[in-house]
């Protein structure tokens, strides 16, 4: 085989004037990469569509065990016999229910209690005081499919309702379902929808069609090992998986993968130019590529990993799910990837395949000249001190906006965007009944305390009503009174005993508002405030006191995790740079950029899009993406500056390190930023709010902190940058010389200089 200078003919003769021995290496060991990646993506691959069977989205299965609700949460089903998820079915009609609507509702309900997913039995009609409306308890199977459950049981109750009669199925059951719908997109649009804004970018930064094909194959395969991965342990209960979790694997590993893929692409199309051999090209440019992807992939790991000292298990259970999946983008990239670029050399760049061409890259000196990175450079070079200082002025004029973040938690009936049955059925049921109706407020106490503890409840103002739980009584409760438990039945009947276990009793309360408003966490909160200095021991369980201790668990987590996490990148930077000071700068210049995130993310919630708040869980989830992943810009640059600076200087080398790797690394934020923007497209508020910090934050780290303030810091402030290492005491270089405009050098000067170092 021959080649030609321009790389447009056969591939060169590096391959074939081997030894064949050598040879064969060469070609088996990619094939062999290729087809282990593809058997285990094909392995994978068909576990998209079954994540739910392994993932679930309950909100008590992911908090601390020694919270109240939890507590509470494991005692239910020895009091109540069943695992079930209530919902409540909501009647209502602009005119009074009469006694013969009021029957067709009963054989309405009967008729429904045979359906699959309904487990045990179905309460009686219950009529609202001003006669408009009816509720009816419907317990559903935790082991059925909610979302069909519920789905089955509203279209048959609104098939057989009365003319002028509304029906909706709130409650639990209700709330849950309209999750798991909003979650439905994950497995299949979502995906598409990220992958579809990762091609596009790539065709255009690129203007190739084979190459963005290689890279999504690499980010592609990378998640279905990663979901292989997770699915089984998951499924041996190792791992807790929800759907939010499952979002943001899938987007983290798609745009990790690309990332780490574009840094290798763009260093194998520097060495196709000096090198015939696309073999010996392939290896270079992972020499080049290891140390700042495997930085920068640990960096991550090491970020989400902190995540397990999360009281909250929905964040403990992300930090290995997202590892796992970091540890695979970064095998992709690193063995798949040079795989593929090998199979198809130069001809992966087709229509643009790089040239061999080395005498102009020495005419270069290394860096192509012109363009808008080599300007920039220029500008920064001249200019640093104004650069950095309104830059600073800049981002820190945007953080501004932190203090509007209300990030204090939100109703359970805002969580989905856009149209909710269990919220429109949850407003109605707040018009007739008392507003937590369905949704009470457990508490399990000791039985010898049971009339005090009854009495207080009853004696607090937002509490409407007490029953204890018995398996004597109609329904499986009776009513509560100073008198004692009531009997329910014909006069003369004695009072159903309470069921007991261990001693302990349960006690439910309806609350006066909403089980998911803020009036009812502070019911909660006061009670147990009140419970804590009396006898028995009584602890408050339920859906309110389920979102209380979320939040506070999601609060403690905030507090704890964030500065460990910004300990644990300092060090990683300080053994990556073999300095202090440069990695104390990239610490500051990314947390500045993602106090300006939040900051305009806050005014954006609260003055375009109206976001009833945020859950105290968005700020840590948008500084773990974020400071992970934006420190990752500033690894590629300044891994890249450092290396530079061996060579040719400090002032020079962070020119030309922008200059070499600003194409990369603003193609790399552009995907990012997309891939992260897209978990806009499921209607949950969570996502949403994380998916617009996250891809703001990028934006805002790839052409505002990378391209003008680490670089116009890092030139002003000279060699002294990378104190204390080597590079800093080296006093056989010559100064830096001071910032200010360059001295053009011939082409010979740049030649000779580049001969030189090398």
Not at 587 to 605: E, N, P, R
């Amino acid at each position: 085989m021959t080649g030609n200078r321009t790389g447009r003919g056969p591939e060169p003769e590096g391959i074939a004037t081997r030894s064949p021995g050598r040879r064969w290496l060469r070609i088996l060991l990619p094939s062999a990469l290729i087809l282990v990646w593809l058997t285990l993506a094909g392995l994978g691959g068909p576990l998209f569509g079954k994540v739910d069977q392994v993932s679930s989205n309950d909100q008590t299965a992911y908090l601390p065990e020694s919270a109240e609700a939890t507590e509470v949460q494991h005692a239910l089903g020895e009091f109540l016999d069943d695992d079930a998820i209530p919902a409540i079915v909501v009647f209502s009609s602009d005119s009074e229910l009469d006694e013969p609507r009021l029957e067709t509702l009963e054989q309405s309900v009967s008729d429904a209690a045979g359906l699959d997913g309904i487990a045990g039995d179905v309460s009686p009609v219950i009529s609202s005081e001003d006669g408009r409306a009816a509720q009816v308890f419907v317990p559903i199977d935790a082991d059925a499919d909610v979302s069909d459950a519920v789905q089955a049981l509203g279209e048959t109750l609104r098939g057989e309702a009365p003319d002028g009669v509304d029906v909706h199925v709130t409650g639990p059951a209700g709330f849950t379902a309209d999750l798991v719908e909003g979650f439905s997109g994950i497995d299949g649009i979502l995906l598409l929808v990220a992958l579809l804004a990762v091609f596009v970018i790539l065709i255009f930064v690129y203007r190739s069609l084979l190459l963005p094909v290689v890279v999504l194959t690499t980010s592609l395969f990378a998640l279905c090992v990663a979901l292989f991965t997770v699915w089984h342990l998951a499924d041996a209960g190792v791992l807790l998986l929800s759907g939010q979790t499952q979002g943001i694997l899938f987007i983290l590993v798609i745009g990790a993968a690309t990332d780490y893929s574009l840094l290798l692409v763009a260093r194998f199309r520097e060495e196709l130019r000096t090198n015939r051999d696309r073999g010996d090209a392939v290896l270079q440019a992972i020499r080049g590529s290891f140390e700042p992807i495997v930085a920068s992939g640990g960096t991550v790991i090491a970020g989400l990993l902190c995540l397990l000292l999360s009281d909250l298990k929905s964040n403990s259970t992300l930090g290995p799910v997202a590892s796992i999946g970091i540890v695979f983008a970064m095998l992709s990239a690193l063995t798949l990837l040079p795989a593929l670029l090998f199979a198809f050399g130069r001809a992966a760049y087709w229509p643009r395949r790089p040239a061999y061409e080395p005498e102009r890259v020495r005419e270069e000196n290394g860096i192509p000249a012109g363009g808008v990175w080599h300007r920039l450079a220029g500008l920064i070079r001249r200019h640093p001190r104004p650069i950095w200082i309104i830059t600073t002025l800049a981002l820190a004029l945007g953080a501004g906006g932190v203090a509007q973040l209300n990030a204090q938690g939100v109703p359970q009936s805002d969580l989905v965007l856009g149209h909710s049955e269990a919220r429109e059925g949850q407003a109605a049921l707040g018009e007739h009944f008392p507003d937590g109706s369905g949704s009470p407020a457990y508490v399990l106490v000791d039985a010898d305390a049971l009339q005090a503890t009854a009495g207080a409840l009853r004696a607090h103002p937002d509490i409407d009503g007490v029953t204890v739980t018995s398996a004597d009584a109609p329904g499986g409760s009776a009513p509560v009174t100073d008198d004692g438990i009531q009997p329910l039945g014909p006069p003369g009947a004695p009072a159903p005993e309470p069921t007991a276990v261990d001693g302990r009793v349960l006690l439910q309360a309806t609350l006066a508002d909403a089980a998911d408003s803020d009036a009812a966490a502070e019911t909660v909160m006061s009670l147990r405030e009140q419970f804590a200095e009396a006898p028995g021991d009584a602890l408050v369980g339920g859906v309110t006191a389920t979102a209380v201790d979320t939040n506070q668990a999601s609060i403690h987590d905030r507090n704890l995790i964030i500065p460990i996490i910004l300990a644990v990148i300092l060090v990683i930077l300080m053994l990556l740079l073999r300095s202090v000071l440069a990695p104390v700068l990239l610490i500051l210049t990314t947390v500045l950029s993602f106090g300006t995130a939040l900051g305009v993310a806050a005014l954006v919630f609260n003055g375009v899009f109206a976001f009833p708040g945020a859950d105290p869980a968005v700020p840590l989830y948008g500084f773990v993406f974020l400071v992970a992943l934006g420190i990752d810009y500033n690894i590629f640059l300044m891994t890249r500056v450092r290396e530079e600076s061996k060579r040719h200087g400090t002032r020079e080398g962070i020119a030309r390190g922008l200059t070499i790797t600003g194409g990369v690394i603003t193609s790399a934020g552009l995907v990012l930023a997309a891939t992260f923007a897209a978990l806009s497209i499921i209607p949950i508020l969570f996502l949403v709010q994380i998916a617009f910090i996250v891809a703001f934050g990028v934006l805002l780290d790839t052409f505002i902190v990378r391209s003008l303030l680490v670089p116009a810091l890092a030139t002003d402030i000279g060699r002294a940058i990378w104190w204390p290492s080597r590079l800093w005491r080296d006093e056989h270089r010559p100064s830096d010389p001071a910032p200010g405009p360059a001295r053009h050098r011939g082409s010979h000067e740049l030649a000779e200089e580049a001969e030189a170092t090398r």
